[in-house]
């Protein structure tokens, strides 16, 4: 088995209509023995950006971090905000660094730009996609692209996001041994970051 | 500890309080070719004296500015080899920020790199300070066109329009009664041409000066002799 699925996840980022949301399931495992429910898998980068880490734990919190000191060193000399587009790219080349030793994440970049929705996913390697609608990352990754595929429409308003994101992610991990057992959700609007936890079946 | 016991910094304050070195290094910069630029509305212009010493240099082979990005450029007066240090840090450290972030270094940045630079080799032991200043063209964060300049201690300021090198007291003053913030590239590199005439010894033409020109929007270019020339004959 895959290091990358040694403690599983669950993770979908989705656009909106000037919003976008990203949610994700918060087991810690052991393969298929549970340590955690309440393991941190999404991190806020700045009030208009998140990033979901799926793969091994210890990797999220180095990576977490990391990224955290990259992006406030990057605001100190640039005396500027960073742009998610930037926070993506900067994520990328980080970890392509490692290419020959790679931190075993595959992570999705949501955040908003003047706005807009930007979404971004990436292997392990720093490979990234762009999409416009979802990107998907974990061990359920299968069961999430059905579930997005299916209830994804374009121009969904904040309340009608979360509805969507949370019924994705339940349904799919309820196929999925190594992730659920609870769940968190962030909508991130113009006019703040709106977090709210799932409870999920703990069986 | 340093590998010799001659790997001290020679610059040391003075009882004065001065740094002797830089000051020094200060006067190399006003004794080397007049260079000058303007950041119009819609661009800028950084323009050079390039002068050579014998009639039998080449002076297709000359190069005074040289492009950093394809959206920046730099000009020196001063020590060309020095100068050379320089760009080269620049570029590639413009480079890899553009690998890094996915977007275009802002000038700002690469000027502030450059500075760094600069300022290391005054406290650093066993090397001398950089013989030379730099103007720097190029866009902000916001795609603003800016000019910079970079002195031999690391101090760097941001300019509507500046001169460095012999003469460049007078050119400045010059400067500052032909510049407005209104003032469009097109109007900007004729000024440019201006003020270079006015201290030039001889006549002025398309092969012993050089332009380069950044239009917003667009990229960094260095102007060819018969462009230059152009632009001369129109102000005729």
Request: glycine content about 10%.
């Amino acid at each position: 088995m895959s290091i990358l699925a040694y403690n599983g996840a669950a993770m979908i980022g989705m656009a909106g209509d000037n919003c976008v949301g990203i949610a994700a399931d918060t087991r810690l495992g052991a393969q298929a023995q549970t340590v955690a429910c309440t393991f941190q898998k999404t991190f806020k980068i700045s009030d208009t950006i998140f990033v979901g880490l799926a793969g091994l734990g210890s990797d999220v919190q180095t990576l977490s971090q990391t990224l955290k000191f990259r992006k406030n060193l990057y605001e100190l000399k640039e005396e500027r905000t960073m742009k998610p587009k930037v926070f993506s790219a900067m994520l990328s080349t980080l970890l392509y660094e490692k290419r020959f030793g790679p931190y075993f994440i595959e992570p999705i970049v949501c955040g908003l730009q003047d706005g807009v929705p930007f979404l971004s996913g990436m292997d392990l390697i720093g490979a990234p996609v762009f999409t416009d609608d979802f990107v998907v990352s974990g061990t359920c990754t299968a069961n999430l692209f059905g579930t997005c595929e299916s209830l994804y429409k374009p121009s969904q308003n904040p309340d009608e996001l979360f509805e969507t994101l949370s019924q994705c992610l339940l349904a799919s991990v309820d196929r999925d041994a190594l992730s659920g057992w609870g769940g968190v959700v962030h909508i991130i609007t113009k006019e703040g970051v709106r977090t709210r936890e799932l409870k999920g079946r703990q069986d | 500890m340093g590998d010799s016991a001659y790997s001290f910094s020679l610059t040391t304050f003075s009882r004065t309080g001065k740094l002797l070195q830089i000051e020094y290094a200060l006067n190399a910069v006003s004794n080397g070719r007049c260079s000058l630029g303007i950041a119009a509305k819609d661009g800028v212009v950084i323009a050079t004296d390039k002068k050579v010493s014998s009639t039998l240099i080449d002076v297709d082979e000359v190069q005074k500015i040289q492009s950093i990005s394809p959206t920046s450029g730099f000009v020196y007066s001063g020590l060309g080899p020095d100068y050379r240090v320089l760009t080269r840090s620049a570029r590639k450290n413009s480079a890899a920020y553009e690998r890094t972030y996915g977007e275009a270094q802002p000038i700002t940045q690469t000027v502030k790199q450059t500075a760094s630079l600069m300022q290391e080799y005054t406290q650093s032991g066993g090397v001398r300070p950089f013989g030379c200043s730099v103007l720097a063209a190029g866009f902000d964060e916001d795609g603003e066109p800016k000019l910079f300049q970079v002195d031999p201690s690391g101090a760097y300021f941001g300019w509507r329009a500046t001169a460095i090198g012999k003469g460049f007291v007078n050119a400045k003053s010059f400067l500052e009664k032909r510049v407005t913030s209104e003032i469009l590239l097109e109007d900007a590199v004729h000024t440019c041409l201006l003020t270079l005439r006015e201290s030039f010894e001889g006549e002025i033409n398309g092969k012993n000066i050089e332009v380069g020109v950044l239009e917003k929007g667009g990229g960094f270019r260095i102007l060819k002799e018969e462009e230059v020339n152009d632009y001369l004959n129109e102000a005729n």
